[in-house]
């Protein structure tokens, strides 16, 4: 072979003697051959692949660019080098000059080669990026391998003259012209069609160089530096990462997979069924006959028992993986093919230290050798990242495009899945699979591939190991091993501290939800302190957790720290003591110990991919149940068009399950067109049932439904998305003005969208929760109207709504004169006064049709109808007018026309309630029932109206920290730490560190030992000395981080106490206006998730901060010992640095919190669907439901592909700044060979190798601790909210006061917050003792203002209150409130036992309790508890009823027996039982007591001594009713409206 060579080139091919110099030279022959050979290979094998797009006839051609043209000219002018060359040759040959056989060849390669590229370049513009990788790597290998011809023929020239000038000339042009062509490429040659696309995302069209180094990322990190990123800056996603692609491809495999799956489970059941029959076949025969029966009827109860449990077990299994494999595939080889080089040249870095180190102890090596090594060394370490960096970015773009694709697969599932299936999981669990689950394949997406990688690199390094220390790697090994239980068994321990500390946070939690629900309480009883009391006492516990928890994390961090040292220790201790003629020289230790370093990191990540292995497991068997369940099946509803009816019911036979019983039996039902059918029927009748039934939710079992026309559907509850209210009614629909105006009109929701802060484009919270029962419906109901079906479904629509506004929508909407009354009505109602206006009445008995015609008909048929009217009817004409009656007074703004219904409002949820007490003043112009929960602020109000109502925004936006944390806040972590602790920790680290060097050091010197005692015997006193020494630093190191974190442990817990401790007594603290304008989430989140950051998150970001900043001081430190000169290579590295990492770390923490802000609508909307699922289908808007939720995925994916981007874009830049150090340090070590030893060698470019990885981690750190402390900032911002007036002052109140409980009010003026009108407008009256006082007043006159102003919850804004001749302003909060005694109108309970909810600082004995509990009536209930007074009330008082929570709350003013009693009389849901018991015993029990009652129903105060009427906040008028009935005024109108003629007709 050689020989042939030769003769080729008309020289020596290959001739070792040439390397064996100071200024060797590779042989002019294997430079005209391998050398060309290589690139020219690469080109040809792969280049004609980048000839396909051409083949594509669809892609059109994209312009021509100046890059362009200027790429192709210099390819042409290569072809013209080559061509001349070619020339020359034959020139030659007609000189006969005998050319060579290779001056033929490799021009004529070269012609070939150039034309190719021409051909590639023109290929690519039918691509988005025109610049091809392939050409691009081609470039460089042939500038690589041109560097040998190009350095020996600047050699020979400069000996000799010059033999063959035109050859040299030729060279050297083409050298020149591939050099700009490698450096053009390195640009993006975008087209001009291609410019918008570029700037909406400019990696499509990126070069290969920027693509391989993030660079064309780098605009949007400058860009995220200079101002806070916002959703519209972020580029979009490149249209194979969008949703609808991906999950199309999903889509495509899942079906086959899953039918695949399906067809094996039927064989499993089939087989479980035969086999199930065999046992009963066995069964039946041997058994006493009479015994048979009984036992065959356990066994078959058994086995239905059984076979329940067992069938909802069996789900089609195992196709998701596969079909996560078959989508993926693409992504997962390529990333398999990266992480492969990256594991091997992992191994050829240790192999060059080695070399490098007898390099420098060899004083005959040449110097030629220790550049090359350098080179090397940097060029695996680039390739190494480059692999790396590829890699990681493919695996987290599977792991976003796995979560995608799974929550649109979940998401489209949940739009058909039919009612069973959806019975098996509550919303909750299904939001689950979505966040919790796909979140699950996305982590374990970017720790897949260690599962195979890890195994490799253990096996690769032990190899390794072997071959450098033989089998003493063993011991090494062993102690790893040793390892691994010790942790797993920490690891178990400090996982039980943390469910049992879950306890307490849960416990912690839920009391704090109940004082922030139930403030108002605590304040006017003045119980803060003793809840303060219970939340400590759980703290208190927390924090024991804590610190145990701790201590176990410093053992684990010790056992952590020693293992690295420990592993070396035992090998090199093992291979020394083996054998005398074991040396321990710098090559071995050193390559060694970056093996150990490698072996690290797989065995600590193996444990951690098993168990996130695992956990995904669980996640897919749940996952594959949920995507596997049955879909729902609507075959039996038919579209056929049948004339002259509508609905079409024959012989139709519904149940909830498949084999579940028939809740509608044999229905047959023909409706007309344009006919109005009423369904009635007992409660559990199956009308709602039917309903279902005509939507398809139910399961058929025979008989069909024929449905013409489209449906629209008003649920019983109703479904209201989280929208402007406006999107609630269109769902979807064009707009068309009047018609929304006549809806909106005629569903009686004008007066709501005054009351509205921004009419109807108020944006309704989530479930609708700033709306009151009855204004939900009426949406739905206009929801359905504005659709303009032909079809209504309206299941009891009217049952929410006050009967005044029933009436009032039947003649509007759904009677005969209605807007509907063209249209086909099913209605299913309860109430029997408009069953008379109906053309037809179906009457339901348990699921079967037992009668229906006409009101009439029905009526003289005397069946179950008749004796259903009889039973009902005449007992609902009268409470109906009652309510009506009362209904004026309570709540009822009159509009000038009587025409216009009034609000109704249904009991509300408490928070509403005190909600609507709160804003009652600004109800003209505000919400009424604003909810205190939903956060969400009414941008589009402010759109609207510019001059912004006053407090018509109660929430205020929550401030979002953006830029750079202050530096204050870590100083005022240090300072909760405590100076001490801090001091004392970073000494610790420090000693650490100082131990850590002169380990190394240590080591050094010790492998020097190798070239002492050359050729002598080593001597074992020295042996036993460097392992002593040795081991005693490495035990030093361990020791002091030990302290240190343990230190560390009390620091933080002191900092969690004092934090908690601060944040707690403020909130406390605070005025109600506050509570008002804040939504209690809000304040639960600082109590929940930023304590549990400053707890348990920030120590550890901190801890590692340290430790990762020490190491790296410590590394470059050592490089500089041994090569001093480094030190000046660090400043510039380290400006670059300090920059990428200011640069990253802005823009990183942005859109960290752009992914959660753009990741809880995903949720919450999917939530809302799952709710609303019946609605969505009825309408028939599935598609533009995944549409909505394609849209919220991709704006999430936008964000999260960003961050994973920019982290790529860092750790590249980083990798980088870690190869040049190790370039560096070993290019010095080359340099300065002379002056160094073997060891100090080994030991600086040994830590260099390990620079990369902590370079990594101080950047993640810093970013997450920037990330962390803010939560002492939030925390921070609640501790310096203003206070209100201190609980006890100087001036205490004598005591008994108040003795005679005489109220004065002296020009009293209030209100709510700076910016609003006075709510009280100058009162003046006096209240003399024991009178008992009734307030009136129509909604928002200042009732509710006036008991605040009582207890100071309002502080007056002029004038003053005097009680028994004090003014009340003078005294504190606590003196005043606990002499004071109030009713509230809703009774709120706390969680804790009965006894607490009466008298929680224990003042009053038993016996005092027993009776006030007598008086209270709940004597003989609390007797028969069996607890009795230690009864446990659940959360907000659940397992009480509303009357009995509303007598403890008497029994609380009973057991206080105040000289002042106040009773806001409850609006809620009191029976009239309760009621009366509450008056009787008032009246008797307080009857040397001053009462005021605020009355929202007149009867109650009828017999008061006098009367206040309150209007607009001033009184109107005062005096007894008697006088106030026969004066003609306010009162008396009111009295009126209530049916009250005299003072007589008390409330019973």
């Not at 993030?214 to 969008?242: A, Q």
């Not at 509205?756 to 009855?774: F, H, Q, R, V, Y």
């Not at 009217?798 to 086909?824: C, I, M, R, W």
Request: aromatic share 10%; glycine share 6%.
């Amino acid at each position: 072979m050689s020989s042939a060579l030769d003769k080729f080139c008309g020289s020596v091919f290959w001739n070792s003697s040439f390397l064996a110099h100071a200024d060797a030279d590779l042989p002019v022959c294997f430079q005209q051959t391998v050398l060309v050979w290589i690139p020219l290979g690469f080109l040809w094998i792969f280049g004609p692949w980048q000839l396909l797009p051409m083949c594509k006839h669809k892609t059109k051609k994209s312009s021509v660019t100046k890059l362009y043209i200027i790429k192709q000219v210099l390819a042409v002018l290569l072809l013209l080098t080559a061509v001349a060359e070619l020339a020359l040759t034959f020139a030659e040959e007609a000189r006969h000059e005998h050319p060579l056989p290779v001056q033929y060849t490799n021009p004529s390669l070269y012609i070939a080669t150039w034309i190719l590229v021409l051909v590639i370049q023109d290929a690519r513009r039918f691509c988005m990026r025109r610049d091809s990788g392939i050409l691009f790597i081609f470039w460089i290998l042939s500038l690589l391998c041109g560097i040998f011809p190009f350095q020996s023929l600047i050699r020979k020239a400069l000996q000799a003259p010059i033999s063959d000038v035109p050859r040299f000339v030729l060279f050297y042009i083409s050298y020149g012209l591939q050099l700009l062509l490698f450096f053009i490429s390195g640009f993006s040659d975008v087209a001009a069609e291609a410019k918008e696309i570029s700037k909406k995302n400019p990696e499509i069209t990126s070069s290969f160089l920027s693509f391989i180094t993030f660079d064309w990322y780098t605009s949007m990190v400058i860009k995220g530096y200079r101002k806070p990123l916002e959703m519209e800056d972020l580029w979009e996603l490149k249209d194979k990462d969008k949703i609808k692609t991906i999950s199309a491809a999903l889509h495509k495999n899942m079906k086959t997979l899953l039918k695949k799956a399906q067809a094996e489970m039927e064989k499993r059941k089939r087989k479980k069924k035969l086999r199930e029959s065999d046992l009963d076949l066995g069964n039946q025969m041997n058994k006493a006959q009479s015994q048979d029966v009984l036992v065959l009827e356990e066994k078959q109860t058994k086995k239905k028992k059984k076979k329940a449990k067992g069938d909802s077990k069996d789900f089609p299994r195992g196709w998701l993986l596969k079909t996560l494999f078959k989508t993926f595939w693409q992504n997962l080889l390529l990333s398999v093919a990266f992480k492969l080089v990256h594991d091997i040249l992992v191994f050829v870095s240790p192999q060059l230290l080695k070399l490098l180190i007898s390099f420098v102890s060899d004083p005959d090596a040449f110097a030629w050798q220790g550049y090359l090594y350098s080179i090397l060394l940097f060029l695996v370490a680039l390739v190494q990242s480059i692999c790396l960096q590829q890699h990681f970015h493919l695996c987290f773009q599977l792991g976003v495009s796995v979560r995608a694709s799974l929550m649109a697969a979940i998401y489209k599932k949940a739009l058909t899945v039919s009612s069973t299936t959806r019975k098996e999981s509550t919303v909750g669990e299904t939001v689950n699979l979505m966040s919790a689950d796909a979140q699950r394949f996305m982590d374990m997406a970017n720790f897949l591939h260690q599962l195979w990688s890890c195994p490799l690199q253990i096996v690769l390094s032990i190899i390794s190991l072997w071959a450098e220390l033989g089998p003493s790697v063993l011991a090494g090994i062993g102690v790893m091993l040793l390892l691994i239980p010790i942790n797993g068994f920490l690891v178990t321990k400090a996982k039980g501290i943390q469910v049992k500390n879950m306890k307490n946070k849960d416990e912690r939690m839920k009391i704090m939800n109940e004082i922030l629900n139930g403030i108002k309480i605590l304040k006017l009883f003045a119980w803060e302190p003793s809840f303060e009391d219970r939340i400590k006492e759980i703290r208190g516990r927390e924090l024991k957790y804590l610190l145990n928890f701790s201590y176990l994390q410093s053992i684990s961090v010790f056992v952590f720290t020693c293992a690295p040292f420990l592993v070396s220790l035992a090998s090199f201790a093992v291979y020394v003591l083996v054998d005398e003629n074991n040396i321990l020289d710098a090559q071995k230790a050193f390559t060694s110990i970056s093996l150990f370093n490698v072996l690290r990191f797989p065995m600590a990540m193996l444990p951690m991919v098993i168990s996130s292995l695992v956990q995904t497991n669980v996640s897919t068997a749940r996952l594959e149940q949920y995507l596997g369940g049955e879909d729902l099946d609507t075959s039996a509803i038919h579209h056929d068009h049948i004339a002259g009816s509508a609905v079409r019911f024959s012989d139709a036979t519904f149940a909830w399950e498949q084999d579940g019983n028939a809740v509608i039996k044999d229905v047959t039902l023909d409706i007309t067109p344009g006919s109005l059918v009423a369904v009635v029927g007992a409660v559990g009748s199956g009308k709602s049932s039917l309903v279902s039934a005509m939507l398809g939710e139910m399961e058929n079992i025979k008989g069909h439904i024929n449905v013409q026309g489209s449906l629209a559907y008003v649920p019983q509850q109703a479904w209201i998305q989280n929208a402007t209210l406006k999107d609630n009614i269109l769902f979807g629909s064009e707009l068309d003005e009047a018609r929304y105006q006549e809806v909106i009109k005629a569903c009686a929701l004008l007066p709501d969208l005054e009351l509205l802060p921004a009419g109807d484009l108020t944006e309704i919270g989530e479930k609708g929760i700033n709306l009151s029962g009855g204004q939900k419906q009426r949406v739905s109901l206009a929801r359905a109207v504005y659709s303009n079906a032909d079809v209504y479904l309206l299941d009891d629509p009217l049952s929410a709504v006050d009967a005044h506004v029933g009436k009032y929508l039947f003649e509007h909407v759904l009677g005969p004169k209605g807007l509907l009354q063209n249209k086909t009505r099913i209605l299913v109602t309860h109430s029997v006064s408009f069953l008379p206006q109906v053309d037809n009445i179906v009457v339901l008995v348990a699921g079967a049709v037992s009668e229906h015609g006409s009101y009439s008909t029905l009526l003289a048929n005397r069946g179950a109808f008749a004796q259903f009217l009889n039973s009902y009817g005449f007992q609902e004409d009268t409470p109906e007018e009652k309510a009506a009656a009362v209904a004026l007074v309570e709540d009822e703004e009159q509009n000038d026309e009587d025409t216009e219904p009034c609000l109704e409002d249904g009991p509300d949820d408490v928070v509403t309630m005190t909600m609507k007490r709160e804003a009652s003043i600004q109800r003209r112009e505000f919400s009424r029932s604003l909810s205190k929960r939903s956060t969400k602020s009414f941008q589009e109000a402010q759109k609207e109206s510019p001059k912004k109502l006053k407090g018509q925004q109660l929430i205020e936006k929550e401030t979002v920290e953006t830029g750079k944390v202050k530096f204050s806040m870590y100083v005022r972590y240090l300072r909760a730490v405590g100076w001490m602790f801090s001091f004392g920790i970073a000494m610790g680290y420090l000693a650490q560190y100082v131990a850590y060097v002169g380990t190394n050091l240590w080591l050094s010197d010790w492998t020097d030992d190798a070239q002492r005692y050359l050729n002598q015997t080593y001597p074992t006193g020295q042996r036993d000395l460097r392992i002593g020494v040795f081991g005693a630093l490495g035990v030093a190191q361990a020791l002091f981080l030990f302290m240190a974190t343990t230190l560390s442990a009390h620091g933080s817990v002191q900092a969690s106490r004092v934090m908690h401790q601060k944040l707690l007594s403020n909130i406390l603290h605070v005025p109600m206006s506050f509570f008002d304008t804040t939504p209690t989430g809000r304040i639960v989140n600082r109590f929940a998730k930023d304590i549990f950051t400053i707890d348990e998150t920030i120590p550890m970001s901190f801890r590692s901060w340290l430790s990762c900043f020490m190491g790296i001081i410590s590394t470059l430190l050592m490089i500089s010992l041994a090569t001093p000169f480094f030190a000046l290579i660090i400043i510039p590295l380290g400006i670059f640095y300090y920059f990428v990492l200011r640069f990253y770390v802005s823009t990183s923490r942005q859109l960290r919190r752009l992914d959660s802000v753009t990741r809880s609508p995903i949720y919450s909307h999917f939530g809302e669907t799952v709710s609303g699922l019946s609605v969505i289908r009825a309408y028939g808007h599935q598609e533009r439901f995944l549409q909505h939720n394609e849209n919220t995925v991709d704006t999430n994916q936008k964000s999260v592909y960003s961050w994973i981007v920019s982290n790529r874009w860092l750790a590249v830049r980083l990798e980088l700044v870690g190869s040049l150090v190790v370039f560096f340090s070993a290019l010095l070590a080359v340099i300065s060979k002379g002056t160094l030893e073997g060891g100090i060698v080994g030991l600086s470019i040994s830590s260099a190798l390990n620079v990369t990885q902590t370079l990594n981690w101080l950047v993640r750190m810093s970013s997450e601790l920037e990330t962390n402390i803010v939560a002492v900032e939030r925390i921070h911002e609640y501790t310096t909210v203003k206070n209100e007036a201190p609980w006890v002052t100087e001036k205490r109140p004598p005591r008994g006061w108040p003795s005679k409980g005489e109220i004065q009010f002296i020009d009293y003026k209030v209100r709510y917050r700076p910016e609003l009108e006075l709510v009280l407008q100058g009162i003046t009256c006096d209240i003399r003792s024991t009178e008992k006082v009734g307030v009136v007043g129509r909604t928002g006159a200042g009732k509710s203002s006036l008991t605040n102003c009582l207890f100071r919850v309002l502080e007056a804004a002029g004038g003053k209150i005097v009680i028994d001749g004090l003014d009340i302003s003078t005294i504190g909060l606590h003196d005043l409130r606990q002499n004071l005694t109030i009713i509230p109108q809703d009774p709120v309970l706390f969680s804790g036992t009965l006894r607490m909810n009466l008298d929680p600082f224990d003042q009053y004995s038993d016996e005092e309790v027993w009776k006030a509990l007598e008086l209270a009536h709940l004597k003989t209930y609390v007797q028969e508890l069996p607890e009795k007074l230690l009864h446990r009330v659940s959360e907000g008082g659940e397992n009480l009823s509303v009357g009995q929570r509303q007598l403890v709350c008497l029994a609380r003013a009973l057991l206080r027996k105040a000289k002042i009693l106040i009773l806001d009389e409850a609006t809620a849901a009191v029976d009239l039982e309760t009621d009366h018991l509450i008056q009787t015993t008032i009246r008797s029990e307080f009857a040397n007591c001053t009462v005021l009652t605020i009355a929202h129903r007149l009867h109650t105060i009828m017999d008061s001594s006098r009367v206040m009427v309150l209007q607009a906040g001033r009184i109107m008028e005062f005096d007894s009713p008697e006088e106030l009935l026969q004066r003609e005024g306010i009162f008396s109108s009111m009295a009126k409206d209530a049916g009250i003629v005299s003072a007589q007709t008390t409330a019973l």
